[in-house]
T-cell receptor, first 113, second 111 residues
């Protein structure tokens, strides 16, 4: 099992550019989520999905889109990158939310100039 | 949005000393988890507590969930340099599908 994989590991964008962060899991988990991590602020939930075809907003969804066409994949799209989106992005998956382990990917470090 | 506050934000101690990290909220959580994160990696689960008053031990780590399920603590006995890392608590809402993370406590154990 590869667990949760994320690509790319590093990315530099110019303001206004768009891009997609990829996330895939091979554990047949229903629940997947995207977080951003900024210094001193822990992890903040961007978007999450409880199954294929179902997505919902988290705490900081503005400027990001997601879709969940398959159980395995949950890409995060930045529509028009802004310097405020400079952060480390983590994808996670789990069987459910309450009481179940979140498996995290290795993260994508994004810099927007 | 339910908020989780962790304290302290940073802790530097000598090898062999004990330490306690706190995670507090005004809201009730159905379960609470503790994760440890190493630099350049994603968080890894240490423990999940679900019952008010529950105490779990993982070698030198002791986790406690408050009676009212609003707070939790992590105590490390005789800390070792390998315990260095960012410790995150995360609470699951009683209803819904969101996990709320605290701001993290960075622990440095010096040899």
């Amino acid at each position: 099992n590869a667990g949760v994989t994320q690509t790319p590991k590093f990315q530099v964008l110019k303001t206004g550019q768009s891009m997609t962060l990829q996330c895939a899991q091979d554990m047949n988990h229903e629940y997947m989520s995207w977080y951003r991590q900024d210094p001193g602020m822990g992890l903040r939930l961007i978007h999450y999905s409880v199954g294929a075809g179902i997505t919902d907003q988290g705490e900081v969804p503005n400027g990001y889109n997601v879709s969940r066409s398959t159980t395995e994949d949950f890409p995060l799209r930045l529509l028009s990158a802004a310097p405020s989106q400079t952060s480390v992005y983590f994808c996670a998956s789990s069987r459910a939310i309450v009481g179940y382990e979140q498996y995290f990917g290795p993260g994508t470090r994004l810099t927007v100039t | 949005t339910q908020l989780l506050e962790q304290s302290p934000q940073f802790l530097s101690i000598q090898e062999g000393e004990n330490l306690t990290v706190y995670c507090n909220s005004s809201s009730v959580f159905s379960s609470l988890q503790w994760y440890r994160q190493e630099p350049g990696e994603g968080p890894v689960l240490l423990v999940t507590v679900v019952t008010g008053g529950e105490v779990k031990k993982l070698k030198r780590l002791t986790f406690q969930f408050g009676d009212a399920r609003k707070d939790s603590s992590l105590h490390i006995t005789a800390a070792q340099p390998g315990d260095t890392g960012l410790y995150l608590c995360a609470g699951a809402e009683a209803a819904g599908n969101k996990l709320t993370f605290g701001g993290g406590t960075r622990v440095l154990v010096k040899p």
